[in-house]
């Protein structure tokens, strides 16, 4: 894997571990909970979707760091699936609301260098 590959794939791994850590960990903050769009008043509601939601962003994450860790065409692989999960994650999140448009690139921008650059090598 070249160098591009594996720091985009780092990153995004480290952007969705803290992501996790947002939806599962810290959502009731208010800080936190007004980042996912969702007021103060809907939290309670909103609550148990972050948190299981948070914990895809953990595995994908997971994914894609261990992928830089492993060799091969293994770490190849997982790399690349877990970074196609996060970009279809970003395209659907965009496309269902448009307001959290800066949100999405932030979430697929990482992932669409890994897989570039992946595709380039």
Do not use: K
Request: positive net charge; glycine residues 10%; contains cysteine.
């Amino acid at each position: 894997m070249n160098l591009v590959a594996v720091l985009a794939a780092i990153l995004a791994g480290l952007l969705h571990v803290l992501i996790f850590a947002m939806e599962s960990l810290l959502f009731g903050r208010p800080e936190v909970h007004r980042r996912f769009g969702t007021a103060s008043s809907d939290v309670d509601a909103v609550r148990p979707w972050a948190f299981n939601q948070g914990f895809y962003n953990l595995f994908l994450g997971i994914g894609a760091l261990a992928g830089v860790v492993v060799s091969g065409t293994a770490g190849r692989t997982l790399v690349g699936f877990a970074c196609a999960c996060m970009l279809g994650a970003a395209i659907v999140l965009v496309a269902s609301e448009r307001r959290m448009a800066r949100a999405a690139a932030m979430q697929g921008f990482f992932p669409l260098v890994a897989l570039v650059a992946l595709l380039a090598a």
